[in-house]
């Protein structure tokens, strides 16, 4: 049975369930009645009009009782509070009857052929989410808000996106990929996590380059997949929901030529842009292409025609040399955050 459905005689349980595109290719870049059943009477209740949307609280919620708040929901736009209410909204129709959106949208991931089914909660990037009270916990506004902001605040197409989301974890098995070992000698100096940026963001270091055997790396593509959906989810681990939800990121070239990228690296390097464009919302803030060959640089400026305004501009793509590289980075992190090799103090890989 999938996590966050729950069937009809079965007991319930709970199951703990933009960003990382690599330079080297181009990026690809609900409602369902819940009856509340009432104790039975002799003469049927008369169903009242049913209220417009705007009558009721849409979080499904006492009007009176305000939402828990942190340091990110606290900085929501008006419009973006007013597109959180109608995403995860409770509408209630009648005294009998009431549509949740969030339960249906667990509903048509989990278990869309089950009419049986019912929601239960999960677990999503450490967040336990109640379909059915989602405006209990602040961090659950923060992760809606990310595919939210991810489809420019249109709702429907931000739960569709959520659909697809759970849909796909569900299938791909996130919590067996992060249990898988991936041999070390591979992919131990391709990427990892390594101090923060100025703002107590996360940074995390992919190296394409260097003294990595690339072909080894990429000489099986479903592996390198299941590993870069590891180091994702890993990053993602070092975000706290409350004051921090998204990370910076630098791709290392060093090494890297027009004439050494094959079939599988163009391969992976599709599959892995759409997966984190799809499936990953809002976790990039910044995002530093370094060591980039003059030859390549151009591929940068192919992106601006393919991605959106506001993604394009958290990229940047730097040159070579220590100077370059550090006059780039240090105005986003500070010297002791960054390692010796790119132009900073830490001792780092």
Known sequence: MSPGMVGKHSGNYHETSDSGGILSHTPAITTSNMSEPVES??????????????????AGEPAQEEEPQNALTTKFTEEERTALKEFRASIFLSSLYRITKLPEIFK?????????????????????????????????????????????????????MLTATLRWRD???????????????????????????????????????????????????????????????????????ETIDQMLQIHDYEGVSMTSRDANQKAAASEATSIFQNHYPEFLARKFF???????????????SILSAKTFAKMSVVGTGKNTISAALLPSIDAKQLPQRYGGEAEAF
């Open 41 to 58: 009477q002799v003469t049927p209740p008369v169903v009242p009009e049913a209220p417009s949307v705007a009558a009721v609280d849409p």
């Open 108 to 160: 048509a991931a989990y278990s869309p052929d089950d009419a049986a089914a019912e929601p239960n909660s999960i677990t999503l990037w450490g967040v336990t989410i109640d379909p059915k009270h989602p405006a209990q916990d602040a961090r659950v506004s923060v992760i809606l808000m990310k595919f939210l902001r991810a489809r420019e605040l249109k709702v429907s197409e931000a739960q569709t």
């Open 171 to 241: 299938e791909m098995k996130i919590d067996e990929i992060l249990a898988e070992e991936f041999p070390d000698k591979i992919f131990g100096g391709v990427g990892r996590n390594f101090g923060h940026d100025k703002e107590g963001r996360p940074v995390t270091y992919n190296i394409y380059g260097g003294d990595n055997d690339v072909k080894a790396v990429f000489g099986d593509v479903q592996r390198f997949i299941r590993w870069r959906i590891a180091l994702m989810e890993n990053s993602i681990k070092l975000l706290d929901f």
């Open 290 to 304: 370094i060591n980039v060959p003059t030859l390549l640089t151009w591929m940068f400026w192919f992106f601006k």
